[in-house]
């Protein structure tokens, strides 16, 4: 309940920061800012993707690549890919304010997402909650005092099969528990990269005692037909 309560607070709280913009100091559209000389050339490379006319289409690549650069996407970059792509800005707006992968704020140098729907929830994501918000020192929707971590509640991250798991910047945590979370953050506060995926030993989604099914070579055509309809024609009139 505790969780609910807490998952939907989030989900308003990061509804209405998606969706609305307020300036700052920090977020205006006088922020500096422009994009390095190779992110140039990835977007002029990205752009020859689309036909001529239609560079727009690039929006939600150039998007992926000022949050690369920066960690989070400021309104002065949302106009800068707007300019770029020859588009109106209202067009960006949009599409920052749907997806909600863009980051409106800088949320640390590592983003940490906690998955709480239904099967993560069911297999303890609340206790990887805790855990991670005591070993980043922050709470769900803030950020730790030295910026290292940033800590969020996501709705399912399609990795239910290997649930309970988190998300760290682009690498997924799957099959954790508390001990994991501690382990992979420490891991990450000194500087290392702990692997990612399964944390429970398993390969990717298979059975965790060893295979189940599948496990010899298939059977022949024909298996499992009654004897009375072995042998029959295979083409119809041909007697064979
Ligand atoms: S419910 Fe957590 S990944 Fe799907």
Not at 178 to 192: E, F, K, P
């Given at each position: 309940m505790v969780l609910y309560t807490r998952r939907i607070s989030m989900t308003m709280k990061v509804w209405s920061e998606l969706s609305v913009h307020r300036d700052s100091v920090d977020n205006n559209a006088n922020t500096p800012f422009e994009f390095t000389e190779a992110n140039m050339m990835r977007i002029a490379a990205l752009i020859q993707n689309y036909p001529v006319g239609a560079q727009k289409a690039a929006v939600g690549a150039c998007l992926d690549i000022v949050q690369r650069q920066m960690g989070w996407i400021p309104i002065s970059a949302m106009h800068k890919v707007a300019e770029i792509l020859s588009m109106p800005r209202m067009r960006v707006y949009e599409w920052v304010s749907f997806y909600t992968m863009n980051k409106r704020h800088f949320?640390?140098?590592?983003?940490?997402?906690?998955?709480?729907?239904?099967?993560?929830?069911?297999?303890?994501?609340?206790?990887?909650?805790?855990?991670?918000?005591?070993?980043?020192?922050?709470?769900?929707?803030?950020?730790?005092?030295?910026?290292?971590?940033?800590?969020?509640?996501?709705?399912?991250?399609?990795?239910?099969?290997?649930?309970?798991?988190?998300?760290?910047?682009?690498?997924?945590?799957?099959?954790?528990?508390?001990?994991?979370?501690?382990?992979?953050?420490?891991?990450?506060?000194?500087?290392?990269?702990?692997?990612?995926?399964?944390?429970?030993?398993?390969?990717?989604?298979?059975?965790?005692?060893?295979?189940?099914?599948?496990?010899?070579?298939?059977?022949p055509p024909g298996h499992g037909l009654q004897d009375a309809l072995m042998g029959m024609p295979t083409c119809p009139g041909s007697g064979r």
């Open positions: 949320r640390g140098q590592f983003h940490i997402q906690v998955c709480t729907t239904t099967p993560c929830m069911l297999r303890g994501a609340e206790e990887i909650l805790d855990a991670v918000e005591q070993s980043c020192c922050c709470c769900a929707g803030g950020l730790s005092a030295d910026g290292m971590f940033g800590v969020d509640i996501v709705e399912c991250q399609g990795a239910c099969v290997n649930a309970p798991m988190f998300v760290v910047n682009d690498d997924y945590y799957e099959d954790v528990d508390a001990s994991d979370v501690y382990n992979i953050i420490q891991t990450l506060r000194c500087g290392g990269i702990p692997p990612p995926g399964p944390q429970n030993g398993r390969f990717a989604a298979e059975p965790l005692c060893g295979l189940t099914s599948l496990c010899g070579p298939p059977p």
